[in-house]
């Protein structure tokens, strides 16, 4: 049982690179979402899922686009990459909702240059 | 904006003291969640306390909740050096988005 797992653990970009972000779980969670984490910031929620097929938006979504073709599958892409985006990204799971245990990676740490 | 605000953002304590962290949020809530980083990794989930709860405990931790002044504490019992990290507090807005404060950096000093 591997829980969530993000690849890859780190990634440098040119400044307009694209890239994907990759999250998979094994738990069969409903719930699939992405954080953003700044120094001094927390975490701030970029988009979240609440089942395949089904995407919203969170708290900072500009810049980012995802999609939810499988239960297991969560990918977060960069569409043109800004040094703005230079931050550790988070993928996490949790049982049905928000409202539950949330289960997270173990980060993606992105530098944009 | 963020929904929940730790205080202190930084704390130092020595190995056997208690750790105490506050947390505030803005609107109703569903539950309120807690949550340890340790440097580098992952957030890990401790304890989650429903807005109908007061106060739930699990091992060393003891969490409360007053939803009347929209704030919850976390306290450590005993710390240890090993409790050295980040602790976050978490509400949902709704079903659907669960909000992280900023933080609280502790440090246990063996």
Redo the contacts between chains.
């Keep these: 049982n591997a829980g ?1 797992t993000q690849t890859p653990k780190f990634q440098v970009l040119k400044t307009g690179q694209s890239m994907t972000l990759q999250c998979a779980q094994d738990m069969n969670h409903e ?1 699939m ?1 992405w ?1 953003r984490q700044d120094p ?6 970029i988009h ?1 899922s ?1 089942g395949a097929g089904i995407t ?1 938006q ?2 900072v979504p500009n810049g980012y686009n995802v999609s939810r073709s499988t239960t297991e599958d969560f990918p977060l892409r960069l569409l043109s990459a800004a040094p703005s985006q230079t931050s550790v990204y ?1 993928c ?1 799971s ?1 049982y049905r ?11 993606t740490r992105l530098t944009v240059v | 904006s963020q929904q929940g605000e730790e205080d202190p953002q930084a704390l130092s304590i020595q190995e056997g003291e208690n750790a105490t962290m506050n947390c505030s949020y803005k609107t109703s809530i569903n539950n309120l969640q807690w949550y340890r980083q340790n440097s580098g990794r992952g957030l890990v989930h401790l304890i989650l306390i429903r807005s109908n709860e007061r106060e739930k405990h699990s091992g060393r931790l003891r969490v409360t909740l007053d939803t009347s002044k929209k704030s919850s504490s976390l306290l450590i019992t005993a710390s240890r050096a090993a409790d050295t990290a980040s602790y976050f507090c978490a509400t949902d807005d709704s079903s659907y988005k669960l909000i992280f404060g900023s933080g609280t950096r502790l440090l246990v000093r063996p």
């Design positions: 969530v719930y979402s954080y001094g910031m927390g975490l701030r929620l979240y609440v919203d969170g708290e988070f996490a949790s909702n928000a409202n539950t245990e949330a289960f997270f990676g173990q980060g």
